[in-house]
Nanobody, 125 residues
């Protein structure tokens, strides 16, 4: 069973930065996509960034493109989401997710098979 644990959320002022981490374990396959989804009150859940272990291709939604960067350290089984130029609209619970499968050149975040418990990110002055 895949186990995902997020860390790094918190309160930050507009224009600031945060880095989220996701420690992943329990994969039975070397091929998977790790993603970050977010859920804000009154808004639909959104897949913001994903990375494929098949070819290290990444996807960022239009709402975060140019501001968020997803990366992974395969030796540590950890995925990071570096968030810069944060806006109040980025306020949400951020969930680390996993989808098992071979994916080349991802153009979106595939539906997750597993979810972490989430970490709160609040952007406010």
């Amino acid at each position: 069973q895949v186990h995902l644990v997020e860390s790094g959320g918190g309160l930050v002022q507009p224009g600031g930065s945060l880095r989220l981490s996701c420690a992943a374990s329990g994969f039975t396959s070397d091929y998977y996509v790790i993603g970050w989804f977010r859920q804000a009150p009154g808004k639909e859940r959104e897949g913001v960034s994903c990375i494929s272990s098949t070819d290290d291709s990444t996807y960022d939604s239009d709402s975060v493109k140019g501001r968020f960067t997803i990366s992974r350290d395969s030796a540590k089984n950890t995925v990071y989401l570096q968030m810069r130029s944060l806006k109040p609209d980025d306020t949400a619970v951020y969930y680390c997710t996993a989808h098992t499968g071979i994916h080349f050149g991802i153009v979106g975040c595939p539906p997750p098979d597993s979810w972490g418990r989430g970490t709160q990110v609040t952007v406010s002055s």
